[in-house]
């Protein structure tokens, strides 16, 4: 009992955090017809910034890091990169009106990571005093390129079935073409993604060079109030996304809710497995399941695009931003945040 | 004597703050031929973060203020915006060369509030150590969308009056429709413009979230320097205008010199009985003065153009912000500072 | 011995300075075919806010300065400018497969200075603690337009002597439309270019107003911040420069890795002279090398575009961008900045 209350008013009074409020708020704004707008090149400047800090933050930290701990942890991450696409694979695309290829490239992005999303739980982690690992925020690519890989896999493999199916003397061009899936052109496209380099820049920044002088009169005070406003424009952008999201079937929705929470808990017990190995600290769990919770928005969704064609983007894209990451933020950050805070207490 | 010499210095004072400073700096480079230009997503992103920091300052004040305080000014300002239209519509429209049409979308615009011109206001009043009560921004909303209202409904009576003129049996449909003017989608339409959502948004979070976090790192500490780059870009714009404005009839440049500075006084004497019968601060009355002077920049005009589409834009845009809004910023706000300084040290 | 080994541990100490560390980081992304990008309306804004910081620091200095001492720096500023064109026409434009006049308007682009590499001089500076006088900025356009006017001169008469000798009865029309270069066009041409404009606005609003608040709440905190955005911008840039370069002769790559770091040391020696004769600082000195081995990138070309039609863009624009610039910041500011410390610490 104690520990269900504790957990539950820890959980309420995040929601009156600016982070989760600026999101609700776009929502509301949004859907009462507003014209408020953040104009596009601010927004991507914006994201630029968040990861640049994350990137810079981790390379600072990994400098005097034990590197050894990253490892399990980081398998760990590849682990539900992976898992999250076959559950998606063996649930979503089993469900009524929901055509394969669309429920594997959904799938493919609640795998692949947030930039935002783990932004707005690094902040909500500070905000409550919640020690994590300097390297934690690198566990995104672990994750991230993973998931990508493997629906694109998945997706090449189901489509070359289709074909066989269809065609029992495929011409010899066409199926010497299919044959594999090149897995390297993948996971180069997910590096090169805006989102990744940034963060990836960051953290080669920070481990090589000096940058505390732009650190701390820069890219650190910036930090919360470009991630208030990248909240607000990320609501905005899921009213607007709702409508999209009603054109397919409404399964994707009741998928878009209910996958970030479940997620979430499961990368939350693997991360607890490592908290007992590895002396992994709950911080760090709560970063684990936040970018498991998360679905790509920035960088996933081009890969995916060129990477499984056949596929309704309206499905995917629709089902991430509109529910998907207000979920994984709103809900899911707090119950992690709330969750990790009861056992700390407990322990 | 004293009073004169007293108000004449701190009015000349004022003219070397930043905020003037960059307005004239724009008007005189942009005058030179410069190519200087700041883009527009970089504009409209600094116009919603000055109206959102005012928002938040209102939220966060509100909390603590006794909100029965607010009814005597917001109904003076509601009479304002209705009283301004009024004016122009009794003065401006019957000036030689002045269309009807156009004369009242000038009042409307006049009428209406402008963001930036508040924001440069509550600068001024910061800087010169003037209190003003915190719901004092809220204001806004008041004054801007009665002026709206009462020039899109005055234009559509006039228009109706005309073709009932020319044309002896109108057809039934057309009188249909036109018989009566629809309020709501006016007062709708207002709101749902982007500078009058960032600044209610703003007023919510700051009431119902914690935004204490973003608001010391991030919107108050960029507030004067944000606001000194939209001054400047405000200078340029002003200085282009002034060609546009140069080909309608020069009645507008007269409306647009002395209107800003008479409704700001008349607001003020309005101010200054609030002042005497519920102890309205002399920042509140500066305030009441400067949105009454101040004319629509950004949201006034699409609201206009849709709602009187006979109107030429080049009149009204070109009156308000080649010559109403430098003078309401440059000669209104130090004016009713100094007055109220004058006052002040006075009373 | 003592001279050599101490210049040479300044200089690579400075490597790691995250101005430095930016740039190249950008040059290494965009090699590896990222997708990150900074949006252009950034870009141009961020430009804007160092210049203005540039000049409003220049301009708060001058009121308390000797304006006597900027006679000489000015002087030579000029000089270095003519020079730096002259010497490239000699050179340059003698070499195999180099047009005359892309050779000329590269030279031109040479002569001509940045000012983001002299942003990145001013921080290196300060992190060195190397005082400088306030308006050393300000030989910024006694450098830059003498520069592009010569270079327009030249290629003017180059271009009507070429059209005299392969017409020996030239149409009256064309060489009386010819016959003489206008100089004060070109002049204002530059003036009115939006790195001057912003630069010079600054430097007057310094000197006039009383910029404080905002400098200090906004310029110039987000200065070290905003320079390295714009490092990193300028490393891309560089990088997706380098294959237009590759399609001109290879004697443009061997002239914009050598000129920048050749004008420097001439112009360092012409600071020097200013040191002993009147007392100019060896912070000066660097600053007037900076400049001199710095090319214009965001001002220069639509200039020189304008002025000398006739020659190829890819040329020049890619000869300064792609090498010039970094050789300049990522060599040329060490360098100088290493030499003054070891002359300051044996002097």
């Known amino acids: ?22 999101l609700i708020g776009g929502i509301v704004v949004a859907s009462l017809g507003s014209r408020l707008s953040i104009p596009d090149p601010v927004y991507k400047f914006i994201v630029f910034m968040l990861l640049m800090k994350v990137g810079l933050t981790g390379g600072q930290g990994i400098r005097s890091s034990n590197l050894a701990e990253i490892l399990l942890p980081a398998m760990f991450a590849v682990i539900m990169g992976i898992l999250i696409v076959f559950i998606g694979r063996y649930t979503l695309c089993n469900l009524p009106k929901v055509k394969t290829e669309d429920g594997i490239a959904t799938a493919g992005l609640f795998g692949a990571v947030s930039g935002s999303t783990l932004a707005a739980a690094l902040t909500l982690l500070e905000t409550q005093k919640i020690t994590y690992e300097p390297w934690a925020a690198a566990l995104y690519p672990f994750m991230d390129i993973p998931a990508l890989v493997t629906a694109i896999v998945l997706a090449s493999i189901y489509t070359k079935k289709q074909r066989d199916i269809s065609n029992e003397y495929p011409s010899k061009q066409s199926s010497n073409a299919d044959t594999k899936v090149k897995i390297w052109p993948i996971i180069q496209e997910s590096l090169q993604g ?46 607007a ?12 929705a009741v998928y878009a809710f209910i996958a970030p929470l479940l997620h979430g808990f499961i990368a939350f017990g693997f991360g607890m497995i490592a908290h007992y190995l590895t002396n992994f600290s709950y911080g760090g769990v709560v970063i684990l399941a936040v970018i498991a919770a998360s679905s790509s928005d920035i960088s996933g ?47």
């Open 194 to 239: 805006s989102a990744l380099s940034a963060l990836l820049l960051g953290l080669a920044l920070g481990l090589i060079t000096r940058p505390e002088s732009v650190y701390e009169s820069f890219y650190s005070p910036l930090f919360r109030g470009l991630l208030s406003v990248l909240m607000l424009i990320m609501g905005m952008e899921a009213a």
């Open 1 to 22: 009992m104690d520990f269900l209350s504790d957990f539950l008013l820890r959980f309420v009074s995040q929601l009156q955090s600016p982070t989760l409020g600026f």
């Open 241 to 252: 996304r709702l409508k999209e999201l009603r054109q397919v079937a409404q399964w994707y």
């Open 301 to 347: 969704p081009p890969t995916l695009r060129a990477g499984i064609p056949s596929a309704n983007p309206s499905a995917y894209i629709g089902a991430s931003t509109a529910i998907g990451t207000p979920v994984a933020i709103a809900l899911g950050i707090p119950l992690y945040i709330g969750l990790a805070q009861a056992l700390m207490g407990g322990g």
